[in-house]
Nanobody
Framework: QVQLVESGGGLVQAGGSLRLSCAAS????????LGWFRQAPGKERQFVAA???????TNYADSVKGRFTISRDSASTAYLQMNSLRPEDTANYHC???????????????????WGQGTQVTVSS
């Protein structure tokens, strides 16, 4: 069983930055593709960014391209650097993982097996 724990959320003014972290309880971290999703109240879960197991491939939602950066290290942690934040970025942010070397950088929540509890990001105008 893989456990994912997010951290780094908070309250920030529009134009500010936050860095989210996702710590995974796995030894073979490089075998897992990772994704970040967000969900605002009353809305469906939305794809934000994804990174392959090797870290060589990334994918972003159009709404965050050029502002957010997904990355991962060798110590079982993934990151989401969020710059130029906007009020519409307000949501609960979840990281997700799926084991598979050919999984790539998928955007559908249903494709991911493991999920964290989320961390709240609130951007004030």
């Amino acid at each position: 069983q893989v456990q994912l724990v997010e951290s780094g959320g908070g309250l920030v003014q529009a134009g500010g930055s936050l860095r989210l972290s996702c710590a995974a309880s796995v030894r073979t971290f490089s075998l897992y593709a990772l994704g970040w999703f967000r969900q605002a109240p009353g809305k469906e879960r939305q794809f934000v960014a994804a990174i392959s197991g090797t870290g060589t491939s990334t994918n972003y939602a159009d709404s965050v391209k050029g502002r957010f950066t997904i990355s991962r290290d060798s110590a079982s942690t993934a990151y989401l650097q969020m710059n130029s934040l906007r009020p519409e970025d307000t949501a609960n942010y979840h990281c997700a993982a799926h084991r598979g070397l050919t999984f790539g950088t998928r955007t559908e929540p249903g494709d991911y097996t493991y999920w964290g509890q989320g961390t709240q990001v609130t951007v004030s105008s």
